[in-house]
T-cell receptor, first 112, second 111 residues
Framework: ETGVTQTPRHLVMGMTNKKSLKCEQH?????MYWYKQSAKKPLELMFV???????ENNSVPSRFSPECPNSSHLFLHLHTLQPEDSALYLC???????????FGEGSRLTVL | ELKVEQNPLFLSMQEGKNYTIYCNYS?????LYWYRQDPGKSLESLFV?????AVKQEGRLMASLDTKARLSTLHITAAVHDLSATYFC???????????FGAGTRLTVKP
């Protein structure tokens, strides 16, 4: 496989469920990102992992919890979400400070 | 706080016509990116502009960067239907941990 792959592509969950989104990059990059894309707002950066170290983003509610076990894998753990959290969640990777992002296909999340 | 503004947000144009999308940003940066997103798809990198005066071209699209004016343009020449998509510009802060995206320009090219 090449590029950035995300699973699942679609997820429907209740407000009390716990689920996880998975991202894997095959580009040899050392930084990975979670972005949220909703209809009403521009792309919002949620979390960044650089060299497997997380950069805090204080504006993200604690019901979203990232995990980066190694430079190729990134997870977003979801717990007691709200309907307004329904959105497309995009994973991306980059090589160091070069900045150019390579995105996965996204996980479309619907919270009922 | 870094702000990135694109205009127009919606653009409907005829095939064969030319048009320009503008991207303004509010703070010092010399790294600007253009991405394309097709409906239901992810974002695809189009251009990376890393210095003042940078110009890059790919097919019917040409991007330029003026860091003094804090402005980038994406020029479309002789539009074709296949260019219909949403185009985003994004700006790196020197922090590099927060790439800010514009709201996107939804382009529709009609026959």
């Amino acid at each position: 496989e090449t590029g950035v792959t995300q699973t699942p592509r679609h997820l429907v969950m209740g407000m009390t469920n716990k689920k996880s989104l998975k991202c894997e990059q095959h580009l040899g990059h050392n930084a990975m990102y979670w972005y949220k894309q909703s209809a009403k707002k521009p792309l919002e950066l949620m979390f960044v992992y650089s060299l497997e170290e997380r950069v805090e983003n204080n504006s993200v509610p604690s019901r979203f919890s990232p995990e980066c076990p190694n430079s190729s894998h990134l997870f977003l753990h979801l717990h007691t979400l709200q309907p307004e959290d329904s959105a497309l969640y995009l994973c991306a990777s980059s090589q160091g400070w070069a900045g150019e992002l390579f995105f996965g296909e996204g996980s479309r999340l619907t919270v009922l | 706080e870094l702000k990135v503004e694109q205009n127009p947000l919606f653009l409907s144009m005829q095939e064969g016509k030319n048009y320009t999308i503008y991207c303004n940003y509010s703070t010092t940066s010399d790294r600007l990116y253009w991405y394309r997103q097709d409906p239901g798809k992810s974002l695809e990198s189009l251009f990376v502009l890393l210095s003042n005066g940078a110009v890059k071209q790919e097919g019917r699209l040409m991007a330029s960067l003026d860091t003094k004016a804090r402005l980038s343009t994406l020029h479309i020449t002789a539009a074709v239907h296949d260019l219909s998509a949403t185009y985003f510009c994004a700006v790196d802060t020197y922090n590099n941990n927060d790439m800010r995206f514009g709201a996107g320009t939804r382009l529709t090219v009609k026959p």
